[in-house]
T-cell receptor
């Protein structure tokens, strides 16, 4: 079955710097890749997603890139702010999988 | 305002007791999910349901039970057979198994 590896598990950056979180997946059939942000004591919220027919998607300071050949996708956050501090999860799936397969999460800390 | 409601936010269980966590959604989603979250463990799938009156075991179903009698509701029972029930439980829903999932804000279960 599908397996998703996420790195790093923790990431600390200075405010204004960029942050990159990388995920690799094992099942080449996967074609949908969402990213979630989870703040303390809350449920995860979808922040951006990408389907396998595109290589990159951007939404203001957040972007996701997908390399289908290498089976990895990455979250890029530019001009980080303290409110970006949270745990970020990547996931992968494909029609017929029935559910999302999540990475183990990355705790991002943005220092003012 | 559409969304997912989990209740209660905090729950305490005595040894040997069964407890039921509530999850209700008004998003008209077909699929619903239960996850368990432990520190540093990410999201682990307990059960999921893609349609009313049908559900499948996830990766850690032992000691848990669910029902899906209505499209809007997917309650999770933590039975006395679950020896380590202390965790943060998250419910989610989606249009289909591979579509974006929307999460509730979780129930934190503790043992007295």
């Amino acid at each position: 079955g599908e397996n998703v590896e996420q790195h790093p598990s923790t990431l600390s950056v200075q405010e204004g710097d960029s942050a990159v979180i990388k995920c690799t997946y094992s099942d080449s059939a996967s074609n949908y890749f969402p990213w979630y942000k989870q703040e303390l004591g809350k449920g995860p919220q979808l922040i951006i997603d990408i389907r396998s027919n595109v290589g990159e998607k951007k939404d203001q300071r957040i972007a996701v890139t997908l390399n289908k050949t290498a089976k990895h996708f990455s979250l890029h956050i530019t001009e980080t702010q303290p409110e970006d501090s949270a745990v970020y999860f990547c996931a992968a799936t494909w029609p017929g999988q029935g559910n999302l397969i999540f990475g183990k999460g990355t705790k991002l800390s943005v220092k003012p | 305002d559409g969304g997912i409601t989990q209740s209660p936010k905090y729950l305490f269980r005595k040894e040997g007791q069964n407890v039921t966590l509530s999850c209700e959604q008004n998003l008209n989603h077909d699929a619903m999910y239960w996850y368990r979250q432990d520190p540093g463990q990410g999201l682990r799938l307990i059960y999921y349901s893609q349609i009313v009156n049908d559900f499948q075991k996830g990766d850690i179903a032992e000691g848990y039970s669910v029902s899906r009698e209505k499209k809007e509701s997917f309650p999770l029972t933590v039975t006395s057979a679950q020896k380590n029930p202390t965790a943060f439980y998250l419910c989610a829903s989606s249009m289909e198994g591979w579509a974006p999932q929307h999460f509730g804000d979780g129930t934190r279960l503790s043992i007295l």
